[in-house]
Structures are given as structure tokens and as C-alpha cells.
T-cell receptor, first 111, second 115 residues
């Protein structure tokens, strides 16, 4: 079983729509959770850390469900500039801060 | 400007040759990492280093080697023993090796193509 699993999409949504991505992880001892954004042929960039109580940053909301071992990312009022691949990242709960990356969910926002 | 730099951006090599990818950071981060990314796959960890003069194998270390002689630098050598080296290589760093919410920050990457 993979450490992190995501629906690869693609998600094609109109501007202004709300879209949600889910991600499941296998290691119940994981402590750190993140969403990264990756544009085509570029490096991943940190979008949000995911805290136990959930957190919001403008149009983006991240939530963690430890009981079901999944994290989610909600994007409201989608912009064309939100088009990218969104990577779910979970740490391995071991030394060295090893991260495990999902394969990413592709989002295209359509005018 | 603080950040992580990788060079070169594109690299071509002939089969059977070793090649070294550069990674430098001026963020004063203790930990550094090397990943490779292949189409349709998540990033996979090659090597990581928590402190100078120490490094650990990741999930796919075979055919690669690293050194960490300086805090700022973590070069990766792709040897001829690596069976399928064509990939996008990403270097990352974090403030400390462990701890919750310890984000990793990435360099711009090097695209290696073996001809």
C-alpha cells in the first residue's frame, strides 16, 4: 500500500467554482501534513501546512481527519492562476523528517 | 536573496558517465534532501542529510552518492550504476531534520537526460 494516495484527476472547473481534493495516508503515526503546489516543469512550493484543528488561508482551507487518515484541501472562488498540480505530503514519523509525496491532483480552471 | 539554487537547469550525459548535480542553500538550514520525480509518480527520496558530514539513504539510493562537507552544499552524483537516471532531480532543505510542521523548501530542479 502506498504511503500517500491521491486522486490524480484531472479536475477541470470553471472560474469561481469551489473544488475539493482528498488524500489518504497509511501511517497512523504521521505527525506533519502539507499541501504543496507544483506548476508544470517547476519545483513544488509549499501551499499550506495542515494543522489538527484545520486551517484557512484566504480562499484555501485545509483539514485533517486523523481517525480516517485523510487530509483535504478546499479551494473557493477558483482563479485561472490556481491551475496546477496539488501534492499531498505526509511525514514518515521517523527520524530525518522523511516526507512521502502523493502523485498529485491536476487542477485546470477554465475561463 | 535567501534560497536554494541548483545547477545546471538542464543536463545531458552519455550512458556510462558519472555526473554531479549541484545544490546550494543560504537559508542556514541544517537538513538537506535529494528527490527524483518521474512522470506520473510522486517525489521519491534518494538521500538526506541532517547535519554536516552525515547523510542517510532514502528509498532509492542505489546508483547515487552524496557528500555534505559544508552546511550550505549537498551535491548529488549520479553514477553509471543508476539504471534509469533520466528524471527531474529536486533538492530541498528544512530548518531542522525533525519536528512537526517542519516544512521543506525546494530548489528549481535539474532535468537530467541520458542519451
Amino acid at each position: 500500500r502506498k504511503e500517500v494516495e491521491q486522486d490524480p484527476g484531472p479536475f477541470n472547473v470553471p472560474e469561481g467554482a469551489t473544488v475539493a481534493f482528498n488524500c489518504t495516508y497509511s501511517n497512523s503515526a504521521s505527525q506533519s501534513f502539507f499541501w504543496y503546489r507544483q506548476d508544470c516543469r517547476k519545483e513544488p512550493k509549499l501551499l499550506m501546512s495542515v494543522y489538527s484543528s484545520g486551517n484557512e488561508d484566504g480562499r484555501f482551507t485545509a483539514q485533517l481527519n486523523r481517525a480516517s487518515q485523510y487530509i483535504s484541501l478546499l479551494i473557493r472562488d477558483s482563479k485561472l492562476s490556481d491551475s496546477a498540480t496539488y501534492l499531498c505530503v505526509v511525514n514518515g514519523a521517523n527520524t530525518g523528517n522523511q516526507f512521502y509525496f502523493g502523485t498529485g491532483t491536476s487542477l485546470t480552471v477554465i475561463p | 536573496d535567501g534560497g536554494i539554487t541548483q545547477s545546471p537547469k538542464y543536463l545531458f550525459r552519455k550512458e556510462g558517465q558519472n555526473v554531479t548535480l549541484s545544490c546550494e542553500q543560504n537559508l542556514n538550514h541544517d537538513a538537506m534532501y535529494w528527490y527524483r520525480q518521474d512522470p506520473g509518480q510522486g517525489l521519491r527520496l534518494i538521500y538526506y542529510s541532517q547535519i554536516v558530514n552525515d547523510f542517510q539513504k532514502g528509498d532509492i539510493a542505489e546508483g547515487y552518492s552524496v557528500s555534505r562537507e559544508k552546511k550550505e552544499s549537498f551535491p548529488l552524483t549520479v553514477t553509471s550504476a543508476q539504471k534509469n537516471p533520466t528524471a527531474f532531480y529536486l533538492c530541498a532543505s528544512s530548518i531542522t531534520p525533525t519536528g512537526a510542521y517542519n516544512e521543506q523548501f525546494f530548489g528549481p530542479g535539474t532535468r537530467l537526460t541520458v542519451l
